[in-house]
C-alpha cells in the first residue's frame, strides 16, 4: 500500500510540473501581444535624431494599429514649407516633402525583447522594408516610445500618446 501510495505521489508530482512547464512555456499569441497597441496615437515629441532642422521643434503625427495586425504612420515636418502656384517643379515638391513620414504595412511584436517590428508594404522612401523599435509603455498604457533599434548616429525617441 506504501509502495502504490509512493508511486502515484511521484506521477502526481512529474505530471504537476510537466503542466507548469508547459503553461510557462508557452507564449501569447500576436493577437494577444497586439492588444496594448491596438489603437491611433499622436505624436506627442521627437528627441534625438540626425536631423532635428528637417522636422522641426514640434512635428506632428498619428501612427495607428489594429487588431489584425495592420499599421499605418504619417509625420509631417513643423517647419516652413514652400509655396508656388501651378504646377510644382521636381525640387519643389522635393523640398515640400523632405522630412514628411508615410508608411503602412503589418506589425509583429516581441515582448520578451521589448520589440516591435513594422513590415513596411507602401512607403514614401525606399529604406529598409522592416523598421524594428523597442518599445515602452507608460505605467497607465496610454503613452508608447519607439526607439530604433540599429542603424547609425543617434537614437531617436518617439513618444505618441493614445488618441481617445
Known sequence: ?????????????????????????????????????????????IEGG????????????????????????????DRQRPTYTGTPSVDQMAERMRGYVAYFGTYAVDADAGIVTHHRQGMLDSGAVDFVRRFEFSQDGNRITLTPVGGSGPPTRLTWERVR
Open 50 to 77: 540626425n536631423d532635428p532642422v528637417t522636422r522641426g521643434p514640434k512635428p506632428t503625427g498619428i501612427i495607428m494599429y489594429d487588431e489584425h495586425g495592420n499599421m499605418a504612420v504619417q509625420i509631417q515636418p
Open 1 to 45: 500500500m506504501t509502495r502504490l501510495t509512493l508511486a502515484a505521489a511521484v506521477l502526481l508530482i512529474a505530471g504537476l510540473s510537466g503542466l507548469g512547464q508547459t503553461a510557462a512555456g508557452q507564449e501569447k499569441s500576436q493577437p494577444e501581444l497586439r492588444r496594448p497597441f491596438i489603437g491611433s496615437w499622436r505624436l506627442v515629441s
